[in-house]
């Protein structure tokens, strides 16, 4: 008995190396996976895991399959066409990256928005950061299973992006920010229909809660997984609800305000584990936070222009007629070639997913000299390499649909 | 709102003033090593200009004062003036300068730039390198794994970044054709 | 009697002459085509920023999967690629590997301004055109286009296919199924 199981211990070994599975220097034995690009929930990245058995040892996030080149593109194109190309990477909340691309070009120009474009801006931002986190969970819920949570996420986003649609005409690219103001002022019945909506959230939030967040078998496949400890988020510079969630409380809408934040009133939350169900629990709150924030938004919502009196001044007299008639801004000539003076101009934003930064290097001509911008998606990307080694290969989805992962946001 | 205007033009001007006094603040720390301290009220940043081999020195001194984390690091293609600047936005978490940003920048020689690595004293540097490498061509020495990130291998010594890569540009009125 | 074919000779070749024969008859032609018709399941592919579009064309406001189709995880058990969006240089391989992977019939739907001759991103160094890559069968233009134009998309596929037939990749494919020896997988 002893002797032929002898032998087949060295049979197998034979086998295992001729086989050749990858043996490392040390001896162990680890093998490659490639999770690649085909796969449900946000595919469109490559993640090389090497497994021991069924640990991840070592991760490498392969980034780069919708690398649009945006920045180079930027450096061929008036400034008012980089609009739409700052809009398409980040399509789920769109409007805080061209809120981030306007603010940098306003302060190189040096006019203000008026107030009431301020505060239409705001409510725009924190509509699409409410669709935006409705994403997130869909795409969690595919991850992990859960046929449902995908349904009511995308159902209940609908809601937002047709609030959206009336206030701009589009679903999901507006193109709403210009500089100077807004493109567009609010319907009449605009403050009923999102009045409409946003008691319908509050009372869905708790059927989410009861299907959801208190459901056990999302209790134990969230809870204690994927554990960020505070030294580490700040030291990999980490944004955004992953921050919030390991014990942080930066936003930038408090901590650098833009727009009309600091005339609002709302809180940040912030949770203390650090683990998978953190930051969901904070994605849902944060919808609370914005819910409140819109409502106060459309209470204090000032009266008066919707963009820049220079700007106004240059409108031809059908221009104006429509713009005092029917409340739209027809782009004035001044737009096509604009000629902001020399120098630099930083801005950042708070999107949906964490802290985007705007930087434009202007030298005097219709185009940017360099731009430079870094979304919150890439500033995460490096939790694949640390956070993810030492996890099971089954506790790998649970992960990547926590963190909130866009990968054209991240490639931009 | 009328009321709101001359207390946020005031709030502004508060901040304007302790910017300009964290500017000389931080000019006294970096004495020596900086060449230029300047602060940008209208974006509320602070500019720290120092020469190639006091980069290290710069990062040190500044990781001690508070500033934990990387937010761009990228490079300036000026093939006029014969340098590719680097600029790298550092942020803080910490209370007291979460309010600003400061940047640090320095002229590399454009026909071989080479800089040291920023990721032993903040990590969240180590794929914004990676990427700067990749565009600019800008050799980061003591980089664990300097090697591509977003674009595939055809790209292997074409720098996509630096102004003499071109890209086709179409003029206004010009359409077109390739049927024809 | 009526008038009928006689097959004489080789009965390897015979076979496959009575099956092709056969498969452009009617009734076995009607099936194959509704079969095929309300079973467009389209693969896991994302490619780009229109896949939000494509997501919110299979929720429940605007539910594609009554027409059948539904989204699948595995290449080699759907017959539908939809490119979404600006197909880049890394995205173009892995495409045309899962296109090799399906089993024919395969359609192939290029949705977005991006996949049809380059949209906003036309003069990136890092873009390709989605038909230089893969043979597509239907274009959809917008950016992004509205998920009712994906389900009139595949309205216009399905009655495609019941007019014009299905592509002339699978009548190939059947005849070299019936070769008895071993089946030639896609190469990898």
Redesign the interface.
């Known amino acids: 008995m002893v002797a032929s199981s002898i032998a087949i211990e060295e049979i197998s070994k034979e086998l295992i190396q001729t086989r050749d599975l990858g043996v490392t220097e040390e001896g162990e034995r680890l093998v490659e996976l490639q999770i690649g690009p085909t796969h449900p929930g946000s595919g469109h990245m490559r993640i090389r895991v090497w497994v021991d058995g069924d640990i991840i040892v070592r991760c490498d996030p392969d980034i780069g399959f919708v690398f649009r080149t945006i920045e180079k593109l930027s450096e061929n194109r008036i400034y008012m066409k980089t609009i739409p190309l700052v809009e398409r990477p980040s399509l789920l909340d769109t409007t805080p990256m061209t809120i981030g691309y306007i603010n940098a070009l306003e302060k190189l120009m040096g006019i203000e928005p008026p107030p009431r474009a301020k505060y239409l801006r705001t409510m725009l931002a924190e509509l699409t950061r409410i669709a935006s986190h409705l994403y997130g969970v869909g795409i969690l819920s595919i991850f992990l299973g859960h046929s449902t949570g995908f349904m009511w996420g995308f159902g209940d986003r609908e809601l937002f992006v047709e609030l959206a649609n009336q206030l701009s005409g589009a679903r999901i690219t507006y193109a709403y920010v210009v500089p100077g103001g807004v493109r567009r002022d609010m319907p009449q019945s605009f403050p009923d229909d999102v009045e409409k909506a946003l008691r319908y959230m509050e009372r869905r939030l708790k059927d989410w809660y009861k299907i959801f967040l208190n459901n056990p078998v999302i209790e134990d496949r969230l809870r204690e997984v994927g554990v960020l400890r505070k030294n580490d988020a700040v030291k990999l510079g980490i944004t955004g609800p992953n921050l919030r969630a390991s014990g942080v409380d930066f936003d930038v809408r408090v901590a650098d305000p833009y727009e009309a934040y600091d005339e609002l009133d709302f809180m940040v939350p912030v949770a203390e584990e650090g683990d998978a169900y953190a930051r969901t629990l904070v994605r849902f709150e944060e919808i609370k936070q914005s819910i409140n924030i819109i409502r106060d938004a459309l209470k204090k919502m000032p009266s008066g222009d919707i963009i820049h009196p220079q700007i106004a001044r240059m409108f031809n007299p059908l221009m104006k007629k429509i713009y005092e008639e029917t409340r739209r801004v027809k782009f004035p000539g001044i737009f096509a070639s604009l000629k902001p003076p020399k120098g630099e101009a930083t801005a950042r934003v708070e999107a949906g997913r964490g802290e985007a930064l705007f930087h434009i290097v202007s030298d005097g001509s219709p185009r940017p000299y360099r731009f430079r911008w870094t979304t919150p998606s890439y500033r995460n990307v490096i939790l694949f390499k640390y956070m993810i080694p030492g996890h099971r290969l089954a506790d790998l989805p649970a992960i990547y649909g926590s963190l909130d992962y866009f990968p054209p946001e991240a490639d931009r | 709102?009328a009321s709101?205007q001359p207390q946020a033009s005031q709030q502004r001007l508060a901040l304007g003033k302790a910017l300009e006094e964290l500017a000389t603040r931080l000019s006294e720390h970096l004495k020596g090593v900086a060449t230029k301290v300047e602060a940008?009220k209208?974006?509320?940043?602070i500019n720290i200009e120092v020469d190639r081999s006091r980069i290290l020195e710069a990062a040190k001194i500044l990781s001690s004062l508070g500033f934990?984390?990387?937010?761009?690091l990228?490079g300036?293609?000026y093939p006029d003036k014969g340098v590719i600047e680097l600029?790298v936005?550092i942020g803080s978490?910490s209370r007291g300068l979460?309010?600003i940003?400061a940047?640090l920048r320095s002229k590399l020689d454009r026909k071989d730039p080479r800089a040291p690595t920023l990721t032993q004293i903040?990590?969240?540097s180590?794929?914004?390198e990676r990427e700067a490498w990749e565009m600019f061509g800008i050799v980061f020495e003591g980089h664990p794994d300097l090697r591509?990130?977003?674009?595939?291998e055809?790209f292997e010594g074409l720098w996509?970044?630096r102004k003499d890569?071109e890209?086709?540009?179409?003029k206004a009125g010009e359409v077109e054709e390739p049927w024809k | 009697m009526e008038g009928g074919l006689v097959f004489i000779g080789d009965l390897d070749l015979t076979t496959r002459k009575v099956l092709k024969w056969l498969m452009e008859r009617k009734p076995i032609k009607d099936i194959v085509e509704w079969a095929n018709a309300f079973s467009l399941w389209p693969v896991h592919l994302m490619t780009s920023c229109c896949g939000v579009e494509m997501g919110a064309a299979y929720a429940p406001r605007f539910d594609l999967e009554r027409y059948g189709s539904l989204p699948f995880v595995s290449p080699r058990q759907t017959n539908l690629i939809i490119i979404e969006g600006t197909l880049t240089r890394k995205m173009a391989r892995v495409a045309r590997i899962t296109w090799e992977q399906m089993v024919d019939p395969k359609f192939v739907i290029a949705m977005g301004a991006c996949a049809i001759d380059g949209g906003l991103f036309w003069n990136s160094y890092n873009v390709v055109r989605a038909n230089e890559v893969i043979p597509v069968d239907i274009y959809i233009p917008g950016c992004p286009p509205r998920p009712e134009a994906l389900a009139r998309a595949i309205l216009m596929l399905q009655q495609r296919i019941k007019s014009r037939g299905i592509t002339r990749h699978d009548l190939e494919l059947i005849e070299k199924n019936l070769k008895l020896e071993k089946v030639e997988f896609a190469r990898k």
């Open positions: 709102m709101q940008d209208r974006s509320m940043v934990d984390h990387v937010k761009s990228t300036v293609d600029m936005h978490y979460r309010r940003m940047i903040w990590p969240s180590e794929l914004q591509r990130l977003l674009l595939p055809e996509p970044g890569f890209i086709p540009t179409r």
